[in-house]
T-cell receptor, first 112, second 112 residues
């Protein structure tokens, strides 16, 4: 089945630690996205990638980093500079930037 | 700045009781309005894209409509399995035309 796989489903971070969230898609989509979802707020864009080796900051990129070495993969690193990382993180992809985005089932990140 | 406001925040219906959810938007040149359904602990599931005023889309018990200022998601004779959070998002024209601006969602509960 084609889809977007995010792992792990739950992740815990210690103070001062960097953690990496995985996002893999087998839909052959060019564009990939990372969003953050907090209770009572709309989804907010962290990073966007239109093609391999190219990505752009979204509205809340501070404290996060990404890479796009393969078309299928778009991992997100939450660095120790992100002071409030507790949230539900969603990865999405689309055929191109103008088509509907399709989402994975998210990773819930908490602080130990 | 693009804005999306969804109302009501929460809606409780009896099975078979039809109703509508509202999505009001302010955007500089609409390039698409998107409806998603999100179940607890899951990623959003794409439902519809609307592009121009007067456009309508239907899927089972759901019908989405669009005017120049708002969109409605009409739910006809809902069933308990329609219970979910419904998200609305817009894409604007301009330099960041890959970006979706999301509303906070409407939590729909359908009681049997």
């Amino acid at each position: 089945d084609g889809g977007i796989t995010q792992s792990p489903k739950y992740l815990f971070r210690k103070e001062g630690q960097n953690v990496t969230l995985s996002c893999e898609q087998n839909l052959n989509h060019d564009a990939m996205y990372w969003y953050r979802q907090d209770p009572g707020q709309g989804l907010r864009l962290i990073y966007y990638s239109q093609i391999v080796n190219d990505f752009q900051k979204g509205d809340i990129a501070e404290g996060y980093s990404v890479s796009r070495e393969k078309k299928e993969s778009f991992p997100l690193t939450v660095t120790s500079a992100q002071k409030n990382p507790t949230a539900f993180y969603l990865c999405a992809s689309s055929i191109d930037s103008q088509r509907p985005q399709h989402f994975g089932d998210g990773t819930r990140l908490s602080i130990l | 700045e693009d804005q999306v406001t969804q109302s009501p925040e929460a809606l409780r219906l009896q099975e078979g009781e039809s109703s509508s959810l509202n999505c009001s938007y302010t955007v500089s040149g609409l390039r698409g309005l998107f409806w998603y359904r999100q179940d607890p602990g899951k990623g959003p599931e794409f439902l519809f894209t609307l592009y121009s005023a007067g456009e309508e889309k239907e899927k089972e018990r759901l019908k989405a409509t669009l005017t120049k200022k708002e969109s409605f998601l009409h739910i006809t004779a809902p069933k308990p399995e329609d219970s979910a959070t419904y998200l609305c998002a817009v894409r604007a024209s301009g330099g960041s035309n890959y970006k979706l601006t999301f509303g906070k969602g409407t939590l729909l509960t359908v009681n049997p």
